[in-house]
C-alpha cells in the first residue's frame, strides 16, 4: 500500500515541502529511515537525524527551521507527532478494513449481525449471539450463545467470550483473552474436599475498553463482573469474579484482583500489583507497581510497598531499611561501649 507525500498532507491538513509525488509505503524511526520509508521529527534531540534520514517523508512542526541540506521531503503540521499518531490511526483503520466471511466458519442459525461484519476462518458463533455493525472477529475466535457484541468491535484471532457476555461499542479485545470462564469459587466440605459453585453471572464490558493480550476476565457468582467504559487493561492481567473496575482506570501487566473488589474511575495500577477480594478502592487512586493491597483505599491515595504504605511514608521508611546494616551495627557498638562503661 502506498501513499504519495500529497495525499498525506491532505490526511493531516498538512503542507508539503518538497516533491508532492514522493510515495511511502512502511513506516521507520527517523534515525533508521530508508528511501520509500515515512517518519516524524517531534524530539529536538532526533533533529541532527533529519539531515542524514534516508526517510522519503519526514513530518515535521510548522515551526521546524531547516538549517543545511536535506534530501527528505517534509510535510508541515502544527504537531508532528499527534499528526503522526494520527497517522498510525489511519493506517490501522485501512490495514484491518477486512468484510466478508471467510470459509470454513460456523454462525449459528440464530446469531444476527450487522453490515460491515467480517469473520475470519475458524470461527465459531454461538446461539442467540447479537453483532452490530463494523465488527471484526478475526480467525479461531469464539463467540458463545447469547453473547452481545455493540458496534465497531474487534476481537483478535484465538480470542474466547464465554456465553452470556455483553461488550459494548468500539471495544478491542486482544489475542488470548478469556472473558466469562468460571470464577474461582469452591467450598471445602468436612473431608477437606473441594466442591465447585455454580458461577451463574456474566462478564459486561462497557463501551470504548481495550482489553490486552492473555487477560482473563472471570464470570460473576451471581451479577455480573463489570468493567466500566473507557477502561484500559494491558496483556496478562487476572480479573476475578464480581470485580467492578471503574470509568477511565488503566492497569498495567500481570496485575491481579481477587473477588468482590470495587475499583473506582481514573484509577492507575501499575504491573504485578497484587489486589484482596472484597475491598474498596477509591477514585483517582495511584497504586505503584509490586504493590500489595490489602484494605481499603480512599479517594486519590497514593500506594507502595506490600502491604502497601502512603507512597510518601514508603519513600521515607525505604531509606531507613536500606540503611538497616549501619544502623544495627551503630546500635550493637554503642550497646557494647555502654556495658564496657
Known amino acids: 500500500m502506498k501513499f504519495t507525500a500529497t495525499q498525506i498532507a491532505g490526511i493531516l491538513q498538512g503542507e508539503v515541502e518538497g516533491n508532492g509525488d514522493v510515495e511511502v509505503s512502511k513506516l521507520a524511526k527517523i534515525e533508521e529511515g530508508i528511501e520509500g520509508s515515512l517518519t516524524f521529527l517531534a524530539n529536538p534531540k532526533y533533529t541532527h537525524y533529519i539531515y542524514s534520514t534516508q526517510a522519503s517523508i519526514t513530518i515535521v512542526d510548522k515551526d521546524f527551521v531547516v538549517e543545511s541540506a536535506i534530501a527528505t521531503t517534509l510535510i508541515r503540521v502544527e504537531n508532528a507527532y499527534k499528526a503522526f499518531s494520527q497517522l498510525l490511526e489511519y493506517y490501522n483503520q485501512v490495514k484491518m478494513n477486512k468484510t466478508g466471511i471467510e470459509q470454513p466458519v460456523f454462525v449459528s442459525e440464530t446469531a444476527s449481525y450487522g453490515e460491515g461484519i467480517y469473520i475470519g476462518a475458524f470461527a465459531y458463533i454461538g446461539e442467540n449471539v447479537k453483532i452490530g455493525n463494523n465488527v471484526k472477529i478475526y480467525p479461531n475466535s469464539y463467540i458463545g450463545d447469547n453473547v452481545v457484541l455493540g458496534d465497531n468491535v474487534v476481537v483478535f484471532a484465538g480470542a474466547k467470550i ?23 469459587g469452591f467450598t471445602p466440605n468436612e473431608k ?5 459453585v455454580p ?14 493480550a492473555g487477560t482473563t476476565i472471570d464470570r460473576a457468582t451471581l451479577g455480573s463482573t463489570i468493567i466500566r467504559k ?22 498495567a501487566a500481570q496485575t491481579g484482583i481477587a473477588g468482590s473488589t470495587k475499583i473506582g474511575k481514573n484509577c492507575m495500577i501499575g504491573g504485578q500489583v497484587g489486589i484482596v477480594g472484597h475491598i474498596t478502592i477509591g477514585d483517582n487512586v495511584r497504586i505503584q507497581a509490586q ?16 502491604p502497601a504504605l502512603n507512597y510518601g511514608d514508603y519513600n521515607k521508611s525505604y531509606v531507613h531499611f536500606k540503611n538497616l546494616p549501619k544502623i544495627i551495627e ?10 564496657n562503661d
Open 199 to 212: 458461577q451463574t453471572g456474566n462478564v459486561i464490558l462497557e463501551d470504548n475498553v481495550d482489553i490486552g
Open 192 to 196: 477437606g474436599e473441594y466442591t465447585k
Open 291 to 306: 504493590s500489595g493491597i490489602g484494605r481499603n483505599v480512599k479517594d486519590n491515595e497514593t500506594l507502595q510497598g506490600s
Open 330 to 339: 551503630r546500635i550493637n557498638s554503642f550497646e557494647k561501649n555502654k556495658n
Open 162 to 184: 464465554y456465553s452470556e457476555s455483553s461488550i459494548g461499542n468500539n471495544c478491542v479485545i486482544h489475542s488470548g483473552v478469556i472473558l466469562g470462564a468460571d470464577g474461582f
Open 230 to 251: 473507557g477502561v484500559k487493561l494491558d496483556n496478562q492481567i487476572q480479573i476475578a469474579h464480581n470485580v467492578e473496575i471503574g470509568e477511565n482506570t488503566v492497569i
